[in-house]
């Protein structure tokens, strides 16, 4: 995956361009496979039973994370989702820009099965 092409995304919008919209655009152009709307901003039980009830999917350890896995981040009262580029980073979406870091040790993981 050539994740550079996604770094010059600066704009963000809460209502349509934000970390979400952001993993659909990535998961359909890298895996072909349009994922379900979701509005990212709720609760961590509300995104895996709105999100995942649309898609077979399969949860993973963290140690079993590998590109193209979903990355559900649940922080401060804040949801965030990415988009898995190795087993160890993942590429989001923020308020300043996309970024790389390193897959939280408390985040979720999700594989997509199509």
Same mark, same amino acid.
């Given at each position: 995956?050539?994740?550079?092409?996604?770094?010059?995304?600066?704009?963000?919008?809460?209502?349509?361009?934000? &970390?979400?919209?952001?993993?659909?655009?990535?998961?359909?152009? #890298?895996?072909?496979?349009? *994922?379900?709307?979701?509005?990212?901003?709720? !609760?961590?039980? @509300?995104?895996? @039973?709105?999100? *995942?009830?649309?898609?077979?999917? $399969?949860?993973?350890? *963290?140690?079993? &994370?590998? #590109?193209? &896995?979903?990355?559900?981040? @649940?922080?401060?009262?804040? #949801?965030?989702?990415?988009?898995?580029?190795?087993? $160890?980073?993942?590429?989001? $979406? !923020?308020? !300043?820009?996309?970024?790389?870091?390193?897959?939280?040790?408390?985040?979720?993981?999700? #594989?997509?099965?199509?």
């Amino acid at each position: 995956m050539d994740f550079l092409r996604y770094m010059n995304d600066k704009e963000y919008d809460e209502d349509y361009n934000n &970390c979400w919209h952001f993993v659909q655009r990535v998961f359909q152009r #890298e895996k072909g496979h349009k *994922l379900p709307d979701y509005p990212i901003f709720d !609760t961590h039980k @509300s995104f895996k @039973s709105r999100l *995942l009830c649309n898609v077979k999917y $399969k949860e993973h350890d *963290l140690r079993d &994370c590998q #590109e193209g &896995c979903i990355v559900h981040v @649940s922080a401060l009262g804040h #949801e965030h989702a990415g988009y898995a580029i190795n087993n $160890k980073q993942y590429i989001h $979406k !923020t308020r !300043t820009g996309v970024q790389v870091a390193d897959i939280p040790a408390k985040a979720q993981i999700y #594989e997509i099965i199509n």
